[in-house]
């Protein structure tokens, strides 16, 4: 679980760069409540019924619900994101963190294989190296 928190502020910045989360004030997630963050749930749970097609929407409500601790619900989400866009660094970042914790090593490898084939940033591709690392596989 650790893991999976200290994953949020490493990859705060890109993720949170790119959109704004649908809430009022503009609070990003890290910075609302709970009731706040069910609300962003809920809200990001009818965006995705609306538009299935839209990968950031799936990796904003795998966010969202990493941040409650619904690891299962997030893992579903970042595992839909990666079928829409295989290429989606964040999201095989996220699913290597959510693998690795949940003790499935196979998968934990190849979305961390994946994460730095497709990383833009030095920091998703070194993070993604150490994890490889600490699994005992190399590149």
């Known amino acids: 679980m650790r893991l999976i928190l200290l994953a949020l502020f490493l990859a705060a910045a890109p993720v949170s760069r790119a959109q704004t989360p649908p809430t009022e004030g503009n609070k990003g997630i890290y910075q609302q409540s709970e009731v706040e963050l069910k609300k962003t749930a809920a809200d990001l749970e009818e ?10 929407l799936h990796i904003r409500l795998g966010f969202t619900y990493t941040k409650l601790g ?4 997030a893992r579903k989400s970042f595992e839909t994101s990666v079928k829409l866009d295989p290429k989606k660094a964040i999201a095989h970042y996220m699913l290597g963190l959510i693998y690795e914790n949940k003790g499935l090593r196979d998968e934990a490898i190849s979305a961390w294989k994946t994460c730095l084939e497709n990383a833009d940033g030095p920091r998703l591709r070194e993070t ?4 490889l690392h600490h699994l ?3 590149r």
Do not use: S
Not at 70 to 73: C, F, L, V
């Open 70 to 73: 619904k690891i299962d619900e």
């Open 136 to 138: 005992g596989t190399t």
């Open 128 to 131: 993604a190296i150490k994890h």
């Open 47 to 56: 965006a995705v019924r609306q538009h299935p097609e839209k990968v950031e």
